[in-house]
């Protein structure tokens, strides 16, 4: 998000509702980093981000990810990527995501949903799970793919 800027909504180490627990195959009590946040553009919200982290500590200054890329303060603290999927779709709005967002309840919304992977030794464990929801009038989701012969 070129030229768009970060406000952290809330970020803390919390147990994830049960859907976002089967997502990462959790017993029962274990935790995940938590993260809200909200981008905006000459001071128009644009994005709403929900995300579920795995291994994530919460930093001791949570406002670091309003400056520093998600990805980037993972890495830089040991949690790597090697997969990504991604689903793009189409969903109504819900009280949050409206608020947020400074859009009716039920009103349409862009939906990706990125889920982050570790290959490790022969398996591959869900790292990160992302819903970032984004105002159609505002966002547009741009893809550039070469083919190779």
Known sequence: ALNSRAILLDCDLLQPPQRIRDEFELAGGE?????????????????YYISWTLGAEKPADPRIFEKTPRLRYFRDNGLEITHVKQTLSAVSAGPEAAEA?????????????????????????????????????????????????
């Not at 935790?31 to 994005?47: H, K, S, T």
């Not at 939906?111 to 990160?128: F, H, V």
Request: overall charge positive.
């Open 31 to 47: 935790q995940v980093l938590y993260l809200a946040r909200v981008r905006e553009r000459n001071g128009l919200r644009f994005g």
């Open 101 to 149: 967002l400074n859009v009716g309840e039920g009103e349409p919304l862009l939906s990706l949903t990125r889920r982050s992977y570790n290959r490790g030794a022969g398996d591959e464990r869900l790292m990160d799970y992302l819903v970032a929801l984004y105002r159609p009038d505002r966002f547009q989701y741009r893809m550039d793919l070469t083919i190779d012969d």
